[in-house]
């Protein structure tokens, strides 16, 4: 895997955080301080969150699937006695959505 696609990797996984809400405030006001670099290397307007959902050609609802499905997991992990972490779950959920895509 070449750097380009870890970085893009990284991207992905904040978008999914920031989607469920747990993205960290540092990060995210990094992610903030960095739209302007990403819209000038993907040629698309937006905050930095609609403009990787715009690389990925992902609907706008995207984000709210992606907080239902968290909270769904989340709680039936629990049910089970086991604490589902937003890391754990994002990770997941990247190498499942977007397998050969990041």
Do not use: C
């Not at 990094?30 to 819209?39: A, I, S």
Request: net charge negative; aromatic share 10%.
């Amino acid at each position: 895997m070449n750097a380009g696609r870890n970085e893009f990797r990284k991207l992905v996984d904040y978008f999914v955080l920031n989607a469920i809400g747990e993205i960290e405030p540092s990060l995210l006001k990094q992610m903030d301080e960095l739209t302007p670099r990403l819209r000038e290397i993907y040629h698309h307007d937006g905050s930095w969150s609609e403009i990787i959902r715009h690389v990925l050609d992902l609907p706008a609802d995207f984000e709210a699937r992606i907080r239902a499905l968290w909270l769904q997991n989340k709680e039936g992990a629990a049910r089970t006695g086991y604490t589902l972490s937003p890391v754990e779950f994002t990770a997941a959920f990247v190498d499942k959505h977007f397998a050969g895509r990041t």
